[in-house]
């Protein structure tokens, strides 16, 4: 039994579904891992460089403020993503392989187009969104800066997201973590050579990420090509409208959502710098300390982000297999992993933390804040484990409407309202941050079980697209 078919009885027929879930997480995880380093990298390295407090504090804070900017400009690609995967998954499932390597190649020629124009619009419209986000000053100049530099390395992403998809969508979740990882030294070589070889600064740490996210184009595209079961060829880059409109109709509420959800981080971050700014010439930030906490946050979110996405990949084959029973199991594995993970995660860290944070910051100030910003954080793991099965388990069932829904209410109906409410009306200190955070995951817990009941395990693509279900079945 090749590893492709090994990975298919694991999802399809072993009768231990945690055990499955476990094999093909940990990989997940561990590319979970190295994409958060891909993250942390431009901000520890300019954290330690050389200088006056306040200009890496503002150097610092320019990398975390910008972060939802990159993430709208990836909404799509992560659509078509979650696409491609219940896609050729459900395809997989029911043993129509041939019409899972069609939508391989249009998303891959998708994206690849995605990616480009994205590039383009980002650069030229960069300093209107940073002052509609209310960035001044030394903010504003590092933040254009890193923002420019970044918008290069899109197309490499994009055309990564679809070769994720495609080799998610078989179980192998083991080769995108090589090819992150390839991706990852070469970023810590290159900005350490940048900032401290050439004295880049913010420019350094940008710059070596473009390159070493352009560079994993290569090995991307070449295993597509070498595959032996999904295999690129040059005919399944020809535009086939009749799958392009697929991965279209059914990405786009995925891509909404996490649009919408960057949209909604990119809001928060310009509250927080009008906090900031109000606060005048004070000898600390509070956004370099948020900067921080967020990324500490990816970090404790690993575990339970690896297991909502293969949780997709469970529920997606065993939908196209007629598994309805088997989908539900993995879906209620998924939430008792996840709250072990996360209780436990929480217990570990909680002593942890103040070193962790001193890592990055020096200031007295800005660590305090971080540290009560990570309380909040460890507190509310459990709810943001809870809330990345919902994700997983309606990408799987196709139901992307869902997605749109709790993402869009978790963010846009709890959590941004209650912080304009908290900071504008109630006077709020910038804790109201964290604050609606809490709020907005215990409101989507709830949303998320009441969606849940909406979730019958039938093959689909998307609830307008009906006529995937009858090829399926055919």
Known sequence: MNKTLKKQHLILHDKNIIKGILILAIPVMLNNVVKALHDIVDTFLVSQMDGPTEIISAQISAIGFVSPIINICQALAIGMMTAGVALMSQYIGAGKEDKARKVSGQLLLLCTIVGIIFNIVLYFLSPAILTLMNAEGELFNYSL???RLRS???????IFYSYQATRQSQGDTVNPVIINVISVVLNIILTTIFIYGMKMDITGAALGTVIANVIIIFPCV?????????????????????????IIKFGMPAAISQAFTSFGFLIINGVTSDLQNSLGAVGYSILAPVSIGGRINSILLLPVMGIGTVLATFVGQNVGAGNKERASKAFLSSIALSLMLTIAGGFIIFPFRELIIRIFLSNPNEIDICMLYMNYLIFGLPLMGLFQCFIGCFQGAGRTDLVLILSTVRLWLLRIPVLLAMVYLLDFDYQAVWLCMVISNFGATILGLLLYQRVDYEPRISNIHRKIRQELKA
């Open 145 to 147: 800066t890193y923002i």
């Open 152 to 158: 290069f390395e899109l197309t490499g992403l994009f």
């Open 222 to 246: 070449i295993h597509m090509i070498k595959s032996s079961t999904l295999t690129l060829k040059l005919d399944g880059l020809t535009p086939n409208f009749k799958y392009i409109s697929k």
